[in-house]
């Protein structure tokens, strides 16, 4: 998602779309620079993806029942955590409690797991596909110094509680800056506290259901 179009999304559920249809006027109406809108949602975003952080699918070969990132013929960038790890192929040929039907009468091992610094250690030799967490990349672009667009890849509209968290954020800036002076000129209310409030309370309820439904306590396997 492009940092223009969350400033749409937010600019319509904040109801500020009345200052105007053009995106960096209603912001400079609003005393919020573009930069400052960036400061709000970059903050946003690392509190989000400390709980719903971006994730990646691939597959891994341990030996020594370890697997090391960053390394020689390990290339892959060592994540934040490790979210699953499920064996798809095992040198040992071991029966394990994943690769059972629930109605067996076997009674297998579990594979244990575990992510500790830049290495990966598992009970089990073999084939893996793993999930790795990672934050999220923004790639930002200027003019002349002056901040004009950022890729935030990996967000999309499905991730409406980033979107909201935004949003209360927004609010909550924006019904401080009220505070701060006056303006007769424009065709709205000093609604000051109320936005403040609104911001805090949808901030609250969205920070309560990100972490309801977060995946850090997936970092270590059993």
Not at 155 to 183: P, Q
Request: aromatic share 8%.
């Amino acid at each position: 998602m492009l940092l223009s179009e969350l400033i749409d999304i937010v600019i319509t559920e904040s109801g500020q779309f009345i200052l105007g249809d053009d995106t960096r006027e209603v912001l400079d109406c609003s005393n919020i620079s573009i930069e400052r809108f960036w400061i709000i949602a970059e903050r946003a975003l690392r509190y989000y993806e400390k709980h719903l952080p971006r994730k990646e699918k691939i597959n891994i070969e341990v030996v020594g029942q370890v697997f090391e990132f960053d390394v020689g013929t390990n290339p892959v960038v060592n994540p934040t955590w490790v979210s699953t790890v499920r064996p798809v192929g095992l040198t040992q040929g071991v029966l394990l409690r994943e690769n059972l039907f629930p109605t067996s009468s076997l009674q297998p091992r579990t594979m244990v797991w575990e992510h500790r610094g830049s290495i990966l250690y598992v009970s089990e030799d073999g084939t893996m596909d793993v999930v790795l967490c990672y934050p999220y990349i923004t790639v930002k672009t200027t003019v002349a110094t002056m901040l004009t667009e950022v890729d935030i890849q990996g967000i999309t509209l499905s991730n409406n509680k980033y979107i909201d968290l935004v949003v209360a954020e927004f609010l909550i800036a924006l019904g401080r800056s009220r505070r701060a002076f006056n303006l007769q000129e424009l065709p709205i209310e000093m609604d000051a506290s109320t936005l403040v409030d609104e911001g805090l309370d949808l901030r609250e309820r969205t920070r309560e259901a990100i972490t309801t439904t977060n995946d850090w306590f997936e970092s270590v396997g059993v």
